[in-house]
């Protein structure tokens, strides 16, 4: 079994925090896998994308040319990145920033308003993460305990982000498409 996911934004909006959340989520269940930054030089308003590949068995190759799912957050990155989505995948795209005037009808699309959402908590950093909630429910490998113990390493020198993120995460959890 094989996760095979695309995450892309602007420099800035946590997308290879969002690859390592994921990343670590697989390590913590012995997995393997395959975590591939990619980043403009500009870094914060740049493009940024990232790919993850979780599986319980080896992994062959690191490049996706189909991902089984992705989370786009902003407009250029669902231009971009939607047709690299496979036939029956799942989109989530942060509605707030990236209208869509089409949607692909053999792919589920996800339109969540991760960034109006994040305000609304107070922390606009953290958009990224009410899409990975979103998103949880169609992995196949890691779920929201896998994510937890995950976020516990990553904000261990930061302890005060785990609850915002846990926060965030719960929010997309709940978020039913319209």
């Known amino acids: 079994m094989m996760d095979k996911v695309i995450i ?18 697989g390590m913590g269940s012995d997995l393997e896998l395959c975590w591939i930054p990619s980043y ?13 590949i979780l599986s319980d068995e080896e992994i062959y190759s690191h490049v996706i040319d189909y991902a089984d799912c992705a989370i786009v957050l902003n407009k250029p990155a669902y231009e971009k990145f939607s047709p690299r989505v496979k036939p029956g995948g799942v989109l989530v795209v942060n509605s707030s920033l990236a209208k869509l005037e ?42 929201f305990n896998k994510v937890e113990k995950a976020m516990t390493k990553l904000t261990a020198k930061r302890p005060q982000l785990m609850d915002v993120n846990l926060t965030a995460i719960n929010k997309g959890l709940e978020f039913k498409n319209q």
């Open 40 to 52: 403009g030089p500009e870094m914060r308003g740049g493009t940024a994308n990232c790919s993850v």
């Open 102 to 143: 089409s949607k692909r009808d053999d792919i589920t699309v996800i339109e969540i308003p991760a960034t109006d959402m994040a305000n609304e908590l107070g922390n606009p950093s953290i958009a990224n993460m009410i899409c990975l909630g979103a998103l949880i429910p169609h992995l196949k490998l890691i779920d």
């Open 8 to 25: 892309a934004g602007f420099g800035g909006q946590g997308v290879m925090f969002l690859g390592k959340v994921m990343a670590y989520a």
